[in-house]
Nanobody, 113 residues
Framework: QVQLVESGGSLVQAGGSLRLSCAASGRSFSWNDMGWYRQAAGKQRESVATISGSGITTYAGSVKGRFTISRDNAKNTVYLQMNDLKPEDTAVYYC???????WGQGTQVIVSS
């Protein structure tokens, strides 16, 4: 059974940093594209960052230069390093195996001004 478990969300002040983790189990996703998404209250879920199986990354314009997605295939884990956080980054963050309906339960990030 495939499971994705996100962690690392917290309450942080504007300008602070957090690192989110997404640990996958049930099978290896070393060659799959993975993504981080977020959903703020009352808004649609949006893509934040993706990383291909070969390590190519893409970012939403709103987080480019502040967020970094990475992966550790040995640990079957994907990370999202978030720096210079802004109140508008407040959301529940989810990871996903792109192209599959595998989603975690999400981790809450709250950025106070």
């Amino acid at each position: 059974q495939v499971q994705l478990v996100e962690s690392g969300g917290s309450l942080v002040q504007a300008g602070g940093s957090l690192r989110l983790s997404c640990a996958a189990s049930g099978r290896s996703f070393s060659w799959n594209d993975m993504g981080w998404y977020r959903q703020a209250a009352g808004k649609q879920r949006e893509s934040v960052a993706t990383i291909s199986g070969s390590g190519i990354t893409t970012y939403a314009g709103s987080v480019k230069g502040r967020f970094t997605i990475s992966r550790d295939n040995a640990k079957n884990t994907v990370y999202l390093q978030m720096n210079d956080l802004k109140p508008e980054d407040t959301a529940v963050y989810y990871c996903n195996v792109i192209g599959y309906s595998y989603w975690g339960q999400g981790t809450q990030v709250i950025v106070s001004s």
